[in-house]
């Protein structure tokens, strides 16, 4: 099986041009914020930041920030964002042992995160490590039935890494597709409540900014969000 993509062939790239891109902006961000709990004085993770846009509205709004990415010059674009405002690591979501204490956090943000990562339970279980007692998890990820061709073949139940042509970043993606069980069940095992499941609805801003888009949309969840609670 090919191995999810290496953000570190396309951080310039992606850092460029995402806040503008509509499915971002105006489609996954308000889905992903509107899961949120009030952030003010709280410690959050955002596991995975990519480029740092959430930690940045994160500490905007008053919570402690820790960013920390796979990619090395992810990272590094979060650090120039964000300067001293937040501790940026470079690792990997699923293994922090060495560097984050265990109840570290009030919240977990993970957003467009888990479809590249092997392990989703052992990352769930690293999660669930970091939160205090009854700390919220949200997080957004592709959704399994987006990619209408590989539900009917292979099938819905197949675990996949499967590849697609991002003509914004002029480059092929790759990822993983997984049914909906497949995050239910080790969200569950690693001691998680999930408390809601949102498959959002493009809006009158994404219709404007992208006609089609907001057909498909309408249509076909392109991703696939949940906030879930550790169990005290």
């Not at 570290?104 to 995160?113: A, G, K, R």
């Not at 490590?129 to 990619?147: F, M, Q, Y």
């Not at 890494?161 to 970043?169: A, F, K, N, Q």
């Amino acid at each position: 099986m090919a191995e999810p993509t290496d953000y570190d062939t396309v951080a310039e790239r992606y850092a460029a041009e995402i806040d503008r891109r509509p499915w971002n902006a105006l489609y996954e961000r308000p889905a992903t914020l509107a899961l949120l709990p009030d952030v003010r004085d709280r410690d959050v993770l955002d596991a995975g930041c990519g480029h740092g846009w959430y930690c940045q509205w994160l500490l905007d709004r008053g919570a402690r920030v820790v960013g920390v990415d796979r990619s090395v010059r992810m990272a590094g674009l979060a650090t120039k964002r964000l300067g001293n405002r937040a501790r940026i690591i470079h690792g990997d979501v699923s293994d922090l042992g060495d560097v984050l204490a265990d109840a570290t956090f009030d919240i977990v943000l993970s957003s467009l995160v888990l479809h590249y990562v092997d392990d989703v339970g052992k990352a769930f279980c690293e999660f669930a490590r970091l939160l205090r007692p009854a700390g919220r998890l949200v997080l957004s990820t592709h959704h399994p039935t987006h990619d209408a061709k590989s539900v009917a073949e292979p099938g819905y139940m197949v675990e996949e890494v499967i590849e697609e042509r991002w003509g914004w970043l002029d480059q092929n993606m790759r990822y993983y597709r997984r049914p909906l069980s497949s995050l239910t069940e080790p969200l569950a095992a690693a001691g998680f409540v999930i408390e809601r499941i949102c498959e959002p609805k493009p809006d009158e801003a994404l219709r404007q900014a992208d006609p089609k888009g907001y057909e498909q949309l309408r249509r076909l969840p392109a991703f696939l969000l949940m906030r879930a609670r550790k169990d005290a």
